[in-house]
């Protein structure tokens, strides 16, 4: 089964934290200030992220794109490929998903 569009595999996942480990020390801001600008009272969630030892929330990935000056749409494509790859890849073969006629936007229908 592909890593694309099967189960989370340890490959995925590791590009997940070396990407996040990239742009949150590229950022040159601290783990505790990524943490409380994120709503978060402790820095431990952001050292949890870079090891893998918890996944970084699908809400939190705009944000943290923010604060370390990356870009969004490449971000959520790691988080989504890392934890979620079968989600990315019918998201990419339906590109009809970013606007639903008379309902929402893809973006209102992630939240």
């Known amino acids: 089964m592909s890593t694309r569009t ?3 595999s340890l490959e995925n996942l590791s590009f997940v934290t070396e990407y996040l480990s990239q742009i949150i020390e590229q950022s040159g801001r601290s783990q505790s200030e990524i943490a409380e600008n994120l709503g978060y009272r ?35 494509r790691v988080v989504l490929g890392g934890y979620y ?9 339906h590109p009809e998903l970013s606007e639903i006629p008379g309902k929402y936007s893809l973006n209102e229908v992630c939240r």
């Open 6 to 8: 099967g189960r989370r």
């Open 42 to 76: 402790r820095s431990a969630i952001v050292s949890m992220w870079k090891s893998g030892a918890t996944a970084l929330p699908i809400d939190r990935v705009e944000p943290l794109a923010a604060l370390c000056g990356a870009d969004p749409v490449e971000l959520m």
């Open 85 to 93: 790859p079968v989600l990315l890849d019918f998201i990419e073969r």
